[in-house]
């Protein structure tokens, strides 16, 4: 029979891994400050920081009008790029976005079952399996760049065009080798 994990913590005479919260602290010190505006200072200071605050605000935007057309972000990276690369293999796509090839397997044939890519031989590897849109998915995919670009303009509304082009050819320098 299992203890009763109450009754054991007030029958046992180990120490508490937690000191008993009190108002004014340890013996006697008076309570600390209550914090009225949170310092983000430092963190500002962060390219992590300021790129995942930046990224969040905008896939916070980007997943409901995504969903309209079912597709999660990966999906909608993975159908841009066979968009403007007809035949990529999946290997290509690995390696452009980062993604494990087991991971991408599931999305591949989801996307498959869901007409709206297909596989077709490559033109110079027999092994190989180029990636092509039906014309299901060239009419979502226009519809969802369109989405995405009309998203992208008004996450950087308070930005001017070159400090736009600017932002993006700096956030490139950070995570591109070449």
Not at 52 to 58: D, P, S
Not at 123 to 152: F, I, N, Y
């Amino acid at each position: 029979m299992l203890a009763d994990p109450m009754t054991t913590r007030a029958n046992s005479k180990a120490p508490s891994a937690r000191p008993p919260r009190s108002a004014a602290g340890a013996a006697g010190d008076p309570p600390a400050p209550a914090v009225e505006a949170v310092d983000t200072s430092y963190l500002e200071t962060l390219l992590g920081y300021n790129a995942r605050r930046a990224a969040l605000a905008v896939i916070a935007e980007f997943l409901p009008r995504m969903a309209v057309y079912g597709l999660r972000p990966v999906d909608f990276s993975v159908l841009s790029l066979i968009t403007h690369n007809p035949g990529i293999t999946s290997r290509q796509l690995c390696a452009a976005l980062f993604i494990l090839p087991p991971n991408l397997v599931g999305m591949i044939n989801a996307l498959v079952k869901r007409g709206l890519i297909q596989r077709r031989p490559h033109p110079h590897d027999r092994r190989a399996l180029g990636l092509h849109l039906t014309a299901e998915g060239q009419a979502l995919m226009r519809k969802a760049e369109v989405t995405a670009s009309e998203l992208e303009a008004e996450a950087s509304r308070r930005l001017t065009p070159a400090e736009s082009r600017t932002l993006l050819r700096l956030l490139r320098k950070v995570y591109r080798t070449d």
